[in-house]
């Protein structure tokens, strides 16, 4: 079975701070797939990133940086000099291919950037 | 930019009332997804939905709950007669084709059970 732990529930930083948000998973599939989406007070569902299991590269962009680590089944996600409208709150996600692809949420972490 | 859409944005019931939720996936996509989010909490898998029958389902989308593809572009979950416990963001997605696409998810609809 699938699942996506998110351990940290709540974090506040000040403005231009660096944060990252832990993500650990767990599957038993060889050939997953992991998610990062964003959910701002509005409510609707962003997608930030897809990683395939088989590609451990971590990935830049812009201010956001994915590190991901199949030792240690973990796909973190860093903000760097946070702004406020980072503000949301982000879950990470599991897919895996023999279950329709259907996505497994973690609980996510509400973050909070404070100006 | 082509996005999922949902309607309505809030949908207030009785309880014991059939309720409707539409969706309008992505034109090309092929696989569509209903999930939940009650306030608060996590977002749950409901349904999945391709070819025009269900995939799979979660333990949540028992007999209560349908889905529909009545026509080229709709994508409805109904809820045949509504529970408190029903109330929470639903969310519809789709992707594309076969292989692990990214799933895009709609703005959501609200539904409060009264």
């Known amino acids: 079975a699938q699942k996506v732990t998110q351990a940290q529930t709540e974090i506040s930083v000040v403005e231009k701070e660096d944060v990252t948000l832990d993500c650990v998973y767990e599957?038993?599939?060889?050939?997953?797939?992991l998610f990062w989406y964003k959910q701002p007070p509005s409510g609707e569902l962003v997608f930030l990133i897809r990683?395939?299991?088989?590609?451990?590269q971590n990935e830049i962009s812009g201010r956001y940086s994915w590190n991901f680590q199949k030792s240690t089944s973990s796909f973190n996600f860093t903000i760097t000099a946070s702004q406020v409208v980072d503000s949301a709150v982000y879950f990470c996600?599991?897919?895996?291919?023999?279950?329709?692809?259907?996505?497994?949420f973690g609980k996510g972490t509400l973050l909070t950037v404070n100006p | 930019e082509p996005e999922v859409t949902q309607t309505p944005s809030h949908q207030v019931t009785q309880m014991g009332q059939e309720v409707i939720l539409r969706c309008v996936p992505i034109s090309n996509h092929l696989y569509f997804y209903w999930y939940r989010q009650i306030l608060g909490q996590k977002v749950e898998f409901l349904v999945s939905?391709?070819?025009?029958?269900?995939?799979?389902k979660s333990e949540i989308f028992d007999d209560q709950f349908s889905v529909e593809r009545p026509d080229g572009s709709n994508f409805t979950l109904k809820i045949r007669s509504t529970k408190l416990e029903d109330s929470a963001m639903y969310f519809c997605a789709s992707r594309g084709g076969e292989g692990p696409d990214t799933q895009y998810f709609g703005p959501g609809t609200r539904l409060t059970v009264l």
């Open positions: 939905f391709y070819n025009n029958e269900i995939s799979e």
């Open positions: 996600a599991l897919s895996e291919g023999g279950s329709n692809y259907k996505l497994t």
């Open positions: 599957t038993r599939d060889t050939t997953y797939y």
């Open positions: 990683r395939n299991s088989f590609d451990e």
